[in-house]
Nanobody, 121 residues
Framework: QVKLVESGGGSVQVGGSLKLSCSAS????????MAWYRQAPGKERESVAR???????TIAESVKGRFTVSQDNEKNALHLQMASLKTDDTAVYYC???????????????WGKGTQVTVSS
């Protein structure tokens, strides 16, 4: 089992910055991608950013230009640099890992427990 542990969450004022990190351990060779999701109170979980094994990144329109996703060369850590934060960015942020299976790359196969990000005005 791949284990994912998020860190870096906290409270910040509007316009501030935070960097989230996700450390992966276990059979990371079985991963075919990693991603950040978030869930705000009363809302469904949404995808924020994704990076595939080939380095392709996908950023949600709502955070494009403000958030940057990156991955360590060893692919055992995922980062999310967040800037120009808004109150709408308040949520629990989850790290997820995709798993390579015979049938293909299964998104969101492993999940971390999440880290809270609170943006206040």
């Amino acid at each position: 089992q791949v284990k994912l542990v998020e860190s870096g969450g906290g409270s910040v004022q509007v316009g501030g910055s935070l960097k989230l990190s996700c450390s992966a351990s276990g059979p990371i060779g079985s991963m075919c991608g990693m991603a950040w999701y978030r869930q705000a109170p009363g809302k469904e979980r949404e995808s924020v950013a994704r990076i595939s094994n080939d380095g392709t990144t996908t950023i949600a329109e709502s955070v494009k230009g403000r958030f940057t996703v990156s991955q360590d060369n060893e692919k055992n850590a995922l980062h999310l640099q967040m800037a120009s934060l808004k109150t709408d960015d308040t949520a629990v942020y989850y790290c997820a890992a995709d798993s390579r299976k015979i049938t293909g790359c299964i998104r969101g196969h492993y999940w971390g427990k999440g880290t809270q990000v609170t943006v206040s005005s």
